[in-house]
T-cell receptor
Framework: EAGVTQSPTHLIKTRGQQATLRCSPISGHTSVYWYQQALGLGLQFLLWYDEGEERNRGNFPPRFSGRQFPNYSSELNVNALELEDSALYLC???????????FGPGTRLTVT | RKEVEQDPGPFNVPEGATVAFNCTYSNSASQSFFWYRQDCRKEPKLLMSVYSSGNEDGRFTAQLNRASQYISLLIRDSKLSDSATYLCVSDGGSQGNLIFGKGTKLSVKP
């Protein structure tokens, strides 16, 4: 069974630009979660999507947004990039009714 | 106060040793708990869920103490391949928002 996939693996942007990160959940999983892991800060919850709707949001500014498509894949958009947005962005998915999250390999975003 | 707290370590142990990690959580409404392991620059991988009755998976045993609000992970007969950062996780009392500790680093030496 294929795991969670994310693209791209690496992304380099300059300050002020926009970044789009993509995630495909495990087949049969309907919920997608996004996390930011900056150096030394641990995983910080960003967004939770389920059945195409945003269900919960972490303590991040509105320039972090996303969506979930009918096939349950998801996109994270970060507008007006700042240097401190440089981090590993991880996507995870769960089956309906469970809390066990399975992570993709992440997208490493570097903002210069 | 951090919601999930762990000793960052590092724990340096010889192969074959038994090592235990503890973590505490602050939200008494938390219902689900997990241990993940994360290798350097890789994604977290689910190690085990933690149930009220405690659970064991091979060399790994997880315990939950709701009264004291702590979770433990015991690793017996440590292997070199167990070297990683172990993340303690709770649901923070609400669905869809797992709270991750910063992790405990384990280094198993030959």
């Amino acid at each position: 069974e294929a795991g969670v996939t994310q693209s791209p693996t690496h992304l380099i942007k300059t300050r002020g630009q926009q970044a789009t990160l993509r995630c495909s959940p495990i087949s049969g999983h309907t919920s997608v979660y996004w996390y930011q892991q900056a150096l030394g800060l641990g995983l910080q919850f960003l967004l939770w999507y389920d059945e195409g709707e945003e269900r919960n949001r972490g303590n991040f500014p509105p320039r972090f947004s996303g969506r979930q498509f009918p096939n349950y894949s998801s996109e994270l958009n970060v507008n007006a990039l700042e240097l401190e947005d440089s981090a590993l962005y991880l996507c995870a998915s769960t089956q309906w009714g469970t809390d066990e999250q399975y992570f993709g390999p992440g997208t490493r975003l570097t903002v210069t | 106060r951090k919601e999930v707290e762990q000793d960052p370590g590092p724990f340096n142990v010889p192969e074959g040793a038994t090592v235990a990690f503890n973590c505490t959580y602050s939200n008494s409404a938390s219902q689900s708990f997990f241990w993940y392991r994360q290798d350097c620059r890789k994604e977290p991988k689910l190690l085990m869920s933690v149930y009220s009755s405690g659970n064991e998976d091979g060399r790994f045993t997880a315990q939950l103490n709701r009264a004291s609000q702590y979770i433990s992970l015991l690793i017996r007969d440590s292997k070199l391949s167990d070297s990683a950062t172990y993340l303690c996780v709770s649901d923070g009392g609400s669905q869809g928002n797992l709270i991750f500790g910063k992790g405990t680093k384990l280094s198993v030496k030959p």
